[in-house]
């Protein structure tokens, strides 16, 4: 009785997307079992133990072997749950001979060991630690029980494994397919990653910067909001962001008056050209957007100021790059902070889905909604 590979391993269930498990892949091995019946025939019977599973075969194993014949079973196996240790699961035949009715036990042994991929932080809206999709940067821990298996790690992509009580992926700062592959006695296992850029700046907590004016005067208007990092099924919290400087925008009406619109450049002044660590929740920072005055005569007038986003991995020590640094790629889409203002003198401020507006009497509307009534 024998395996044809003393060792099977397989990889664990994991959850690429919120909901949906992917299959579970494991590697096989071939029990053989060779018998002959003597002078007088036997039976054989199976016993299996140990995380084994039969995924294939020629039947069952034939219970009854006549006389000076020779049998020869095979079937498939594969593991389903680690091993408590090396060699722990089993299959064993027993031989009784009909004759003197003794019996003889052969067992083969194997080792089930499982390798999986774990998160080392969770995401935002996919709290499954086995996933299989993960942001730039993030750090991934390759682990394997029993602890005693001599497993190996190697990638084929661009992400580099790192030492230490358990070995860690630190994936890409660019997006695309991680292959990782786990050895252990030349049996291999493939697992493969999805790597994912951040796609967009979103906000929320929004709430409204407005004070009592004298009537008559115009801006003064804005928002606090509290903006995060998409996609949310994955963790950037291994990057920085930055607001990278630009002087791209434009102006229209009220606001191409040159003491208007010189004003309007995003440099370092204005926020831009620092980078912000990424939090555990993809929270990158509270975002102050605010107008200031507009003093008359007011006419129709439209400013638009697109805002481009960066990221780069954090240093080795985990701090943010030092300023200056080239992000590694912006976002596909700026972020557009826009400044509408009518003839009447009223301000309407729009970023990332939210708006905010203030007339000349201090009604100020966030989203539409009335927050502060104005007096006439």
Known sequence: VSFEKPVVIFEDRHESSPGVFAARRSTTTKLTVTAYGGPNGCMLSLNESGDLARCGGA??????????????????????????????ASATVTFTDFATMHSLDATANATVVEVKVKAQDTAPQNQCWQRHEYGVCERVVLQHSPASANVTWRTEG???????????????????TERLVASLRGVELPVQLDIIEPQAIVASNVTAIAT????????????????????FTVSFSKIAIEEVPCE???????????????????????????????????????????CGACPPPWSQGTLIWNIPFGWHALTENGTSPVV???????????????????????????????????????????DGIVIQEGCQ
Not at 217 to 230: C, I, K, L, R
Not at 256 to 283: D, E, F
Request: proline share 5%; aromatic share 10%.
């Open 212 to 231: 009592n004016l004298p009537v008559g005067t115009a801006g003064h208007v804005g928002m606090y909001m509290d903006q995060y990092v998409a996609p």
């Open 59 to 88: 039947g069952d194993l034939p219970g009854f072997v006549g006389p000076q014949c020779r049998v020869e079973w095979e079937a498939n196996y594969e593991g389903v749950a680690a091993s408590a240790g090396q060699y722990a």
């Open 248 to 290: 791209n925008g434009f102006h229209s009406g009220y606001y191409s008056n040159p003491s208007m619109s010189n004003i309007w450049s995003h440099t370092y002044s204005n926020g831009a050209g620092r980078w912000v660590r990424v939090k555990g929740n993809n929270l990158v920072a509270r975002d102050r957007a605010t």
């Open 324 to 366: 200056g640094t080239t992000p590694t790629k912006e976002f596909a889409t700026d972020v557009t902070s826009t400044i509408v203002i009518n003839s009447t003198g009223m301000v309407f401020l729009m970023k990332l889905g939210h708006w905010v507006s203030r007339d000349i009497y201090n009604e100020v509307a966030l």
């Open 158 to 176: 661009d992400g580099d494994i790192q030492g230490g009580q358990y070995d860690i992926l630190v994936c890409p700062p660019i997006g695309g």
